[in-house]
């Protein structure tokens, strides 16, 4: 079945999508304090030189994500 | 509610987002007046300063961690629910200030709104109101003021813009505390919430619903709660189908539904944000190749300029010592008395002293790369590298601290959320070479490996210390990843960091950081290491019943017997005495030990007396190799001439029995492996216990890095010889 959302994952370098909720409920309290809401859009800029993380930007702010953390942000197509 | 005692120092709490600017204001308000009531033996944890209003008046100035919520995911951070949800709490603050960045105010303000809704007094600070003006960034205060009725001021911790009207708003709010009112809250609880509420100010009187639901979202943890009260609380969560962490989503994006458009109506802002510099420098720094390329080079430099620079100051200070200590002989004349002075007393004082050149340099270059921003960069791109390793990107700031000292090292672990990850942090950072380490490792190298060239350039005197630094990093990460297969949690673990803008370092800030670790320092360890030296020098002075008198007559007559002249009779009868103290009987019941290592009595003795600080080793050699009476006391000359001499005694040494010498390669090597792996500071000990909360983790550290030190030096030993 086509999925009916992307991640961060998923994004290409300067790519950016709106977010649609966040899967994990733990994590979705910390990003959301964060300031990374429902229907904000988030631009991915590079991921780390190890791999595994993810460095993206919400509204002019930068945010370090690991891979795990990155997935459970759903995005819009 | 609250109690007002009118003989108190009224106290202010400073809280905020990370990155807001807190630490820059709390520095600005207190100056040096602070405290940080951070070390072994006090059990606060929280930064604590003296503030001064226009009026002379005075109140105590609370720095909390910064957070975002009062939902925490960090031990740092639930620090400011702990204290905001108990009025008894000996911090619980009678004002506070609440610092929010103004370039960022949308997403600054969640805090705030749940410390209104607990109807704590307090009052906005908009900081960094120096960059909202060059951005264009237009602030509407009148308007803030009206729609969050609480006092509202913009200012610049950097500039220092508007302090002082802060200082006499917070002194106002003091004398006539706003809140409000009892039945006005930011966020409208659900129904499911206000039952719960209602549940527990029925069982536990909490009246403030607010507060009541955050007993319940943290009973588990909050400290002040009783058991049955912990009980009580369950069974209401329970009954009531209570869902912590969907409530606090719930919860806080319907606190941003009704703050955002409050920012929105009172600030006008560019409608995009433009690329800036630390876009253009993040490229580089945090490049996939250039990254960690620079990061290593970084730390390389750091090295280098420690090595090349503190060897000046720390000649001035052992000079200096030295020239106390003779001064001190010369007024007082011999005796016990003079002695203890010099070589308890003022020995102990040098070996502290010494080491702060090092450790400042250190913590300086530290605090620029926190300041500057680069820290959170390193964070990012190591957070994948630490985690194989059982620990987090933000564990490898408690690793670089490490070199310099341990004890701030382990306190700056705080901020990783994961139990284990941070606990793995604090058992392993003391593996990383301290700067303690250096002159052991110094002398020893010194005596064992040749002064040649390997391969035509690098020296080998280099190559084995720089080893000795690897040896550090490399037992740090294997036995983190040992505990980490040996430790199972299901915790959560995050990486979740703001990534803040590069600015240029704040110097204010930057020594205050400086002079906190150095405090941190002398305070901590230096104490122990006065003590130690002070009990070493009783212990090698003193014996039991007449031993020392008896030892004395018969070198005395020994040494006419071998017809020594008056300076070698001296040796002689001091190292005779040294042997009867109960120092060198302790080195010698516990030769058979270490003998397999390819230690002698008085490497023992120097062992024993490292055990609860590690530099006290070549303090205690040169005593031991009886360095005193032939030019001059140790402090007295170059510190290189006076290694120097130290070295050919040590070279000449012999076991007793074998009539091998004892500092053989094979001896300096196993030496040295053991003093990089074994556990030689007592105030180590002392804070680990103070963050793992109690003595189990730190015993185990204790007696793994010994037992590891002990085979890593008898394997070592048996390759060499
Ligand atoms: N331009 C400008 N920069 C500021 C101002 N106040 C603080 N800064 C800078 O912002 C950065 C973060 O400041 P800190 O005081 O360390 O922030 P904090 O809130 O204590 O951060 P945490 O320690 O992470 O909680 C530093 O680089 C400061 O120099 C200000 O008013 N204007």
């Given amino acids: ?77 | 509610m609250m109690q007002q005692e009118e003989d108190r120092t009224p106290r202010v709490a400073l809280v905020g987002n990370p990155n807001s600017g807190k630490s820059t204001v709390f520095n600005l308000l207190t100056g040096l007046r602070q405290q940080t009531g951070n070390f072994p033996g006090v059990t606060v944890e929280i930064k604590k300063g003296r503030m001064r209003f226009p009026s002379g008046k005075e109140a105590t100035l609370i720095d909390f961690p910064g957070t975002y919520s009062l939902y925490p995911t960090s031990s740092d951070e639930k620090l400011v629910a702990a204290v905001m949800c108990d009025p008894q709490n000996p911090f619980f603050p009678d004002a506070l200030i609440y610092i929010a960045d103004v370039t960022h105010l949308e997403r600054h303000l969640l805090l705030l709104t749940q410390l209104l809704d607990l109807h704590l007094p307090v009052i906005l600070a908009l900081n960094m109101s120096d960059t909202a003006l060059e951005m264009g960034i237009k602030v509407n205060t009148a308007k803030l003021i009206e729609r969050l009725g609480i006092p509202v001021i913009s200012i610049s911790g950097r500039k220092e813009d508007n302090i002082q009207k802060l200082l006499s708003e917070v002194e106002k709010t003091l004398k006539n505390p706003i809140r409000t009112a009892e039945n006005v809250f930011f966020y409208k609880l659900s129904d499911g919430e206000k039952q719960i509420a209602d549940a527990v100010r029925h069982n536990l009187g909490i009246d403030n619903p607010y507060r009541a639901l955050l007993l319940v979202h943290h009973r588990d943890w909050l400290p002040f709660l009783q058991p049955q009260q912990r009980e009580i609380l369950g069974t209401i969560a329970e009954t009531k189908d209570f869902q912590s962490l969907r409530a606090q989503v719930d919860e806080t994006l319907d606190r941003f539904d009704r703050f955002v458009p409050i920012v929105r109506d009172a600030i006008q802002q560019p409608p995009v944000f433009p690329s800036t510099a630390t876009d253009r420098i993040d490229a580089v720094l945090t490049h996939r190749w250039w990254g960690p390329f620079i990061f290593v080079a970084v730390m390389l430099l750091i090295f280098q300029a420690i090595f090349d620079w503190s060897g000046y100051p720390m000649d001035a200070i052992e000079n200096g010592f030295g020239i106390l200590s003779d001064g001190v002989q010369s007024t007082l004349g011999e005796g016990w008395f003079t002695e203890l002075l010099t070589d308890g007393i003022l020995a102990g004082l040098s070996g502290i002293l010494v080491f702060v050149p090092q450790i400042a340099l250190l913590f300086l270059l530290i605090a620029i790369l926190e300041e500057v921003g680069y820290m959170a960069r390193v964070v990012f791109m190591f957070d994948k590298t630490m985690r194989r390793f059982g620990m987090n990107g933000r564990s490898v700031i408690s690793l670089i601290s490490g070199s310099a000292c341990a004890v701030p090292a382990i306190m700056s672990s705080r901020t990783i959320g994961n139990w284990q990850e941070r606990l793995i942090t604090v058992m392993v950072t003391p593996f990383i070479s301290c700067s303690a380490r250096i002159p052991v490792y110094l002398v020893l190298i010194g005596l064992a490996v040749p002064a040649v060239k390997v391969a035509g350039i690098l020296s080998a005197q280099t190559l084995v210390f720089g080893s000795m630094y690897a040896l550090g990093v490399v037992a740090a990460l294997l036995s983190g990843w040992a505990m980490k297969k040996w430790l199972r949690t299901r915790e959560p673990s995050f990486l979740a960091i703001e990534l803040p803008e590069y600015r240029m370092p704040h110097w204010k800030n930057v020594w205050l950081s400086v002079w906190e670790k150095v405090v941190a320092f002398v305070s901590g360890a230096g104490k122990i290491i006065l003590v130690v030296s002070i009990v070493l020098w009783a212990l090698s002075r003193y014996g039991p019943g007449d031993s020392i008198a008896l030892a004395t007559e018969q070198a005395h007559t020994e040494a006419i017997a071998m017809r020594l002249d008056s300076n070698q009779t001296e040796d002689f009868v001091q190292q005779r005495r040294l042997e009867a103290s109960f120092a060198g009987k302790m080195g010698k019941s516990f030769e058979p030990l270490i003998r397999p290592l390819g230690y002698d009595w008085k490497i023992g003795i120097a062992l024993l007396t490292s055990f609860a600080a590690r530099e006290v080793f070549t303090g205690t050699l040169a005593v031991l190799y009886n360095m005193g009476s032939e030019e001059g006391d140790i402090n007295n000359r170059d510190e290189n001439e006076a290694k120097a001499t130290l070295r050919s005694k040590m070279k000449t040494e012999t076991f007793s029995d074998t009539g091998k010498p004892v500092y053989s390669l094979a001896t300096a090597m196993s030496l040295l492996v053991f003093y990089a792996l074994a556990m030689q500071c007592f105030s180590t000990l002392a804070v680990v216990r103070r963050e793992t909360g109690g003595w189990k983790w730190a015993a185990l550290q204790f007696f793994a890095m010994s037992l590891l030190a002990y085979f890593g030096a008898w394997a070592v030993y048996e390759i060499f010889s």
Wanted: hydrophobic share 45%; proline share 4%; aromatic share 6%.
């Fill in chain 1, 1 to 77: 079945m086509q999925r009916r959302y992307r991640t961060i994952p998923d994004l290409k370098i300067n790519e950016s999508a709106c977010t649609i909720s966040i899967s994990d409920a733990a994590l979705a309290c910390k990003l959301t304090a964060m300031g990374v809401l429902p229907g904000t859009r988030i631009e991915m800029v590079r991921t780390s030189p190890f791999g595994n993380a993810y460095y993206i930007k919400v509204d002019g702010v930068r945010i370090a994500l690991r891979e795990e953390e990155a997935a459970s942000i759903l995005l819009e197509i």
